[in-house]
């Protein structure tokens, strides 16, 4: 995936001590063990992405929004506990102190004032990282004894952005379904992602980003399904009228936004269908004119459309290119639905039903 526009990140971030529960604020820069189970083996490395956005109130105040963040925290917890073993289940924290984490011990920070003020009053995209570390100095491979998490936030302009050109790569698989880790944010997940764009690049130099498939390798190409990108879920907009959603699964991370856009575009009466997608149809319909985009949809980008989608077969030889029809009525409603999800954030738009807006005074 292209990188970050315009990035800059708050002074400090937080660590809270999932043992004793204390937390502290450190440097943005603070330094984590170079003999860490999580630095070695991955093991306790999780994360999550959370947009938001900071906006001035009439009385001079400051307010943080997100829009569904309870599924981000939801689907912490379950990396984090994927992360521990049966008998420290216990440490797991709960949604409502995920919540008090990082709003009362983390935003509302007298130390991240001065940036959260400059955010605000640049009206910009705002992105809370998460992540979990064992802080015990260790290379032993159990799981941790000092288990943390971390969180740090930053402003940017823009992530991928249009136009971005997107290779089928069907010779890697980003994760295994029977592992139960492709639904998670774990570290071991994206070390394929990164290869798999270096791939992409063999086969066109402009790639940006890689479309996977599944898992099922001893299966003729044409019968494995899409699963999504390397960084973000996927829509593909037909001609008929039709969005098709590929449904979640072991191999897919659920994405919060994707829940969003959907939700959106059924509202602009787009029809939506939740449905498998295999590679056959796919190329079926790019050969014949039917496919009009491809999007990628994720927490940072929102929703971008793929301007070149590279298609190939088993030895990787290019078999059919996609570009999109932009005189398509679903291909404006595509860009409309991500200027309504990023406008509910800055309340110019009321959500829809299901979408619920959090709001916090800092």
């Not at 630095?39 to 009385?59: D, H, P, Q, S």
């Not at 307010?63 to 216990?90: C, P, T, V, Y």
């Not at 690049?201 to 890689?210: L, Q």
């Not at 994720?298 to 301007?307: D, K, P």
Request: net charge positive.
């Amino acid at each position: 995936m292209a990188k970050f526009e315009g990035l800059k990140w708050a002074s400090h971030q937080l660590r809270y001590m999932l043992t004793d529960k204390t937390g502290a604020l450190l440097a943005a820069d603070a330094k984590i063990p170079a003999v860490s189970r999580s630095t070695n083996y991955a093991i306790f490395l999780c994360f999550e992405g959370v947009r938001f956005f900071c906006k001035k109130t009439a009385a001079g105040g400051l307010e943080i929004l997100f829009l569904n963040w309870h599924k981000n925290l939801e689907r912490f917890r379950r990396g984090i506990a994927f992360n521990l073993g049966r008998d420290q289940q216990g440490l797991v924290p709960s949604i409502a102190e995920l919540e008090s984490l990082f709003i009362d011990r983390y935003f509302k920070s007298p130390a991240l004032r001065p940036f959260l003020e400059e955010m605000a009053g640049l009206g910009a995209q705002g992105y809370l990282r998460p992540f979990t570390v064992d802080e015990e100095q260790s290379i032993g491979v159990t799981f941790p004894n000092q288990p943390a998490i971390h969180a740090m936030a930053c402003r940017y302009d823009q992530y991928l952005g249009e136009p971005f050109c997107g290779v089928v790569i069907p010779h890697l698989v980003r994760a295994v379904g029977v592992n139960g880790t492709g639904w998670l944010k774990l570290g071991i997940n994206y070390l394929m992602s990164v290869r798999s764009i270096d791939e992409a690049k063999r086969i066109a130099p402009d790639a940006a980003a890689a479309l996977f498939l599944d898992d099922r390798t001893e299966r003729p190409i044409e019968e494995r399904e899409v699963t999504e990108w390397d960084s973000s879920c996927c829509l593909f907009a037909l001609r008929e009228g039709t969005v098709v959603k590929i449904p979640e699964s072991p191999l897919i991370l659920p994405s919060i936004t994707i829940q969003g856009i959907a939700i959106i575009l059924k509202s602009m009466g787009v029809k939506i269908e939740e449905r498998p997608f295999t590679y056959g149809e796919l190329l079926r319909r790019v050969k014949a004119g039917e496919l009009v985009a491809a999007a990628s949809v994720g927490t940072a980008g929102i929703l971008n459309r793929c301007q070149k989608l590279v298609l190939v077969d088993g030895a990787a030889k290019v078999v059919a290119t996609h570009t999109p029809d932009d005189k398509h009525p679903l291909y404006a409603k595509l860009r409309q639905a991500k200027e309504i999800y990023w406008d509910i954030y800055r309340e110019k738009v009321a959500p829809p039903e299901g979408m619920p807006l959090y709001r916090y005074a800092l």
